[in-house]
C-alpha cells in the first residue's frame, strides 16, 4: 500500500540568532519527524503553525507527525510488512492510540477547511493543493496500514494521485508531488495481472516502473518527503533482490537520521548477505 535533511535546531531558542526563521521551522519538523523525535517535531510545526495560522500546510504536518509516531509504535514501517506480502494482508491489526488518532484527525480537519477556503478564492494556489494532496495521501496510509482498510485506503490513494497530477501541470518542479503519484504506480503495480486490470477499469494507476521513475524524482530532487521516497525506493530494491541498491540507500538514510532504528535494523539485517 502506501506508500514518507536539514540541521537540527531548538525551537525554544532565545537569542534572536538563535531563533529559526518560519521556513525553517517546517524543516526542524520534518528532520525531527524522520529521526523520530516526535516531542520536536511537533513543537516546531506547531510553532509555524502558529506563526502562519491561515496556512494548511501547517497543521498536514503535524497530523504526518502523529502518523508517523503510530508507525513506530506500532513497528509498521518494518521492511518484512512490505517485502513479504502474507505477513503484511495477514497480521493482526494494529491497536491505534486513541489520542494519537484524535490529534491526528483534527489536524487534518484543520488542514482540510484552511486549504479549501483557500482555493475556494484561488483554485490554483499550489500551496493550498499540495497540502490538501498530502492530507489525502496521510489518510490513506493511516487507513491501509493502521485500520487495514484496504478499499477506501485505493479510493483515498487514487484521489492524492490525481490532485498530485493536478498540481505537477501548474507546478513540474514540485517534486515533493510526484510521491503521490509514484506510490500509487508502483504499489498496484506489484498486484497480480487479473487485480491490476479490474483496478485500470476504475481509473488506478498500475505501472511499476512509471512508480520508480516517479520516487526517483522524489528522492533525488524533492524536499520535505526526499527521505521518505528514499525508504520506499529502499523496500523496492529489497523486492526485486537488489541488496547493494538497499544498503546504499539505508546507509545514507542511517547516517543523516542515527536515532531512527528503522535504517539501522534493516541495514544490519543486509550485512550478513554482504559477507556471505
Same mark, same amino acid.
Given at each position: 500500500? $502506501?506508500?514518507?535533511?536539514?540541521?537540527s @535546531?531548538?525551537?525554544?531558542?532565545t537569542? %534572536?540568532?538563535? @531563533?529559526?526563521s518560519?521556513? *525553517?521551522?517546517l524543516?526542524?519538523?520534518y528532520?525531527d519527524?524522520?529521526?523520530?523525535?516526535?516531542?520536536?517535531a511537533? +513543537?516546531a510545526? /506547531?510553532?509555524?503553525? !502558529?506563526?502562519? %495560522?491561515?496556512d494548511?500546510?501547517g497543521?498536514t504536518?503535524?497530523?504526518?507527525?502523529?502518523?508517523?509516531s503510530?508507525?513506530?509504535?506500532?513497528? @509498521?514501517? /518494518?521492511?518484512e510488512?512490505?517485502?513479504?506480502?502474507g505477513?503484511?494482508?495477514?497480521?493482526? #491489526?494494529?491497536?491505534?492510540?486513541?489520542?494519537? #488518532?484524535? $490529534?491526528f484527525?483534527?489536524?487534518?480537519?484543520?488542514?482540510?477547511?484552511?486549504?479549501g477556503?483557500?482555493l475556494? #478564492? *484561488?483554485p490554483?494556489?499550489k500551496n493550498?493543493?499540495? $497540502?490538501?494532496?498530502?492530507?489525502?495521501?496521510?489518510?490513506?496510509?493511516?487507513?491501509?496500514l493502521i485500520e +487495514?482498510?484496504y478499499?477506501?485506503?485505493?479510493?483515498?490513494m487514487?484521489?492524492?494521485?490525481?490532485?498530485?497530477?493536478?498540481?505537477l501541470k501548474?507546478?513540474?518542479?514540485?517534486?515533493?508531488?510526484?510521491?503521490a503519484?509514484?506510490?500509487?504506480?508502483?504499489?498496484?503495480?506489484? *498486484?497480480?495481472?487479473?487485480?491490476r486490470w479490474?483496478l485500470?477499469?476504475?481509473g488506478?494507476?498500475?505501472?511499476?516502473q +512509471?512508480?520508480?521513475? !516517479?520516487?526517483?524524482?522524489?528522492?533525488?530532487?524533492g524536499?520535505?518527503l526526499?527521505?521518505?521516497?528514499?525508504l520506499l525506493? $529502499?523496500v523496492?530494491?529489497?523486492?526485486?533482490?537488489? /541488496?547493494?541498491?538497499? !544498503? #546504499?540507500?539505508l546507509?545514507?538514510?542511517?547516517t543523516?537520521?542515527?536515532?531512527?532504528?528503522?535504517?539501522a535494523?534493516e541495514?544490519?539485517?543486509?550485512?550478513?548477505?554482504a559477507?556471505?
Open positions: 500500500m $502506501a506508500l514518507l535533511a536539514f540541521i @535546531i531548538s525551537v525554544s531558542a537569542t %534572536p540568532a538563535d @531563533i529559526p518560519s521556513a *525553517s521551522l524543516e526542524v519538523g528532520r519527524m524522520y529521526d523520530l523525535q516526535f516531542d520536536g511537533h +513543537k510545526f /506547531q510553532e509555524w503553525e !502558529r506563526l502562519n %495560522p491561515e494548511p500546510f497543521p504536518s503535524d497530523a504526518a507527525a502523529y502518523l508517523f503510530e508507525f513506530d509504535r506500532l513497528g @509498521i514501517l /518494518q521492511s510488512f512490505f517485502v513479504d506480502d505477513e503484511f494482508r495477514h497480521r493482526v #491489526r494494529p491497536a491505534p492510540d486513541p489520542r494519537a #488518532r484524535e $490529534a484527525d483534527s489536524q487534518l480537519k484543520k488542514s482540510e477547511q484552511l486549504a477556503s483557500v475556494a #478564492r *484561488s490554483q494556489d493550498a493543493l499540495f $497540502a490538501k494532496t498530502l492530507d489525502v495521501g496521510l489518510r490513506s496510509d493511516y487507513l491501509a +487495514k482498510k478499499v477506501a485506503s485505493l479510493k483515498a487514487k484521489s492524492a494521485g490525481l490532485l498530485a497530477e493536478q498540481l501548474l507546478d513540474p518542479t514540485n517534486y515533493d508531488a510526484y510521491i503519484v509514484g506510490v500509487e504506480n508502483y504499489m498496484l503495480g506489484l *498486484s497480480p495481472a487479473p487485480m479490474l485500470r477499469m476504475y488506478a494507476e498500475t505501472d511499476k +512509471k512508480g520508480i521513475e !516517479r520516487l526517483r524524482l522524489t528522492a533525488e530532487k524536499h520535505y526526499l527521505p521518505f521516497a528514499r525506493l $529502499a523496492a530494491a529489497l523486492r526485486d533482490k537488489d /541488496q547493494d541498491q538497499a !544498503r #546504499r540507500l546507509q545514507g538514510l542511517a543523516e537520521f542515527p536515532h531512527n532504528r528503522l535504517y535494523r541495514l544490519a539485517r543486509l550485512q550478513p548477505i559477507g556471505q
